[in-house]
């Protein structure tokens, strides 16, 4: 059985660092509390030396003292762990030069700057810090890492699935023992425990209400495109997982061996528990946020081409994957199973008005759930909701 995350917190502010600790207790995060870079480098050496947990690192960027080369210490610490060699490993399999870094400052917001540059995956917050504003950084670093070590995951032909209280690993082919990619070695034990952590944080009400928050506010953005919609999804895929799902393919390409053809649904998405059975998996198809529902002639109501061409592109995919001459690839791509999908397609907002007839007229589609990110956030924030009232 798995435990919880393990943060490392560096802070010479005693008062904040405490704070940071009690905020990361609600999300299940124990902490080691270093005061300076002398307490993180000597606590860093335990780790390595164990190839013990450690799942993330925040830190001040400017504190009293300076690196020998000059450097603020808050920047020797980011560049010493990310120049860290390779073999170096926490949690047994992941590489500790690409754990997520969330970077807090006061008055060294440029330095902060000019090292993103550099290392582009760093979270960046300036003080003073609100709460939501601290989760949110949490949040993004730790959800960004998970769908990077997934995305790692499916590049080597594994898939994982939720069984007996955590994630497993699987594959379809035979993988090379201790195969290894940017972010882990692969410990199939190890590596699920670790990766479960990574999601189940996700699933810490006061982490799933900062981005039922955000996913409110890009909603309600006009300039919020179809693309910043599958980025958010990809990193917080709950959205679209629910209780049916346990993981998910992010904008798989599928060529098939004979005729050229490319298919590039945004999401498939595996049931929970239970990959083989090819009739639960899903696929989804995202469009516009602001792509209009309706066509509305003199005298009848009818679904938009926006949605009817969503529908039909959902149901030439499906018309891919039951090719027979496709299943090979189809195999291998998703774990040694040809999913047979349910088609969803999301697509605009809500109508504050002629709801019932975008309930009718929905209901006619065959083959096809068509939903609205309104009907995805609201789903969301009910579950949420669910979660405070248990505590959870």
């Known amino acids: 059985m798995f435990h919880s995350l393990t943060s490392l917190v560096v802070e010479d502010d005693q008062a904040i660092r405490e ?17 300076g870079n002398s307490d993180a480098f000597d606590y860093l050496e335990r780790v390595k030396a164990a190839r013990g947990d450690l799942d993330f690192i925040v830190s001040d960027i400017v504190r009293p003292g300076k690196s020998q080369r000059g450097e603020y210490e808050g920047v020797a610490l980011v560049r010493a762990i990310r120049g860290t060699h390779d073999d170096v490993l926490v949690n047994s399999c992941f590489r500790l030069r690409h754990l997520p870094i969330v970077v807090i400052t006061g008055g060294g917001f440029p330095l902060a700057l000019q090292l993103k540059d550099s290392f582009p995956e760093l979270q960046i917050r300036e003080k003073p810090l609100h709460v939501e504003e601290f989760l949110s950084a949490i949040s993004d670093a730790l959800t960004s890492y998970r769908h990077a070590v997934l995305s790692g995951l499916q590049r080597v032909g594994l898939s994982v699935f939720w069984k007996e209280g955590r994630y497993r690993l699987a594959t379809a082919y035979t993988v090379p023992a201790h195969r290894e990619t940017k972010y882990f ?6 590596l699920g425990n670790a990766y479960s952590r990574l999601v189940l944080v996700a699933d810490r009400s006061p982490i799933a209400g ?50 050229g053809q490319v298919v590039r649904p945004d999401f498939v998405l595996q049931p929970l528990g239970h990959p083989n059975r090819t009739w639960d998996w899903t696929m989804v198809e995202l469009k516009a946020p602001r792509a209009p529902l309706f066509a509305s002639p003199r005298f009848h109501l009818h679904l938009s081409q926006h949605v009817l ?25 998703f774990g040694g199973v040809v999913p047979r999908p349910r088609l969803v397609g999301v697509i605009g907002r809500l109508p504050s008005d002629h709801v019932d007839q975008y309930a009718v007229l929905r209901s006619r589609v065959s083959g096809v759930t068509i939903t609205t990110y309104d009907e995805i956030l609201e789903l969301r924030r009910a579950k949420v909701g669910r979660m405070r009232a248990l505590g959870i």
């Open 210 to 259: 900062v981005a039922v928050s955000l996913f409110e506010e890009m909603l309600n953005n006009a300039r919020t495109t179809e693309r910043d919609l599958q980025r958010f999804l990809e990193l917080h895929p709950e959205f679209l997982l629910g209780d049916a799902h346990d993981s998910y393919w992010a904008e798989p390409s599928l060529a098939s061996s004979d005729r």
């Open 185 to 190: 070695v692969i410990e199939p034990t190890e």
């Open 309 to 333: 061409r969503m529908v039909t592109q959902l149901e030439d995919y499906a018309d891919f994957f039951a090719d027979p001459r496709n299943q090979e690839v189809i195999r291998r791509r």
């Open 19 to 35: 704070l940071y600790q009690e905020v990361l207790a609600t999300i299940d995060v124990s902490c080691f509390l270093a005061r």
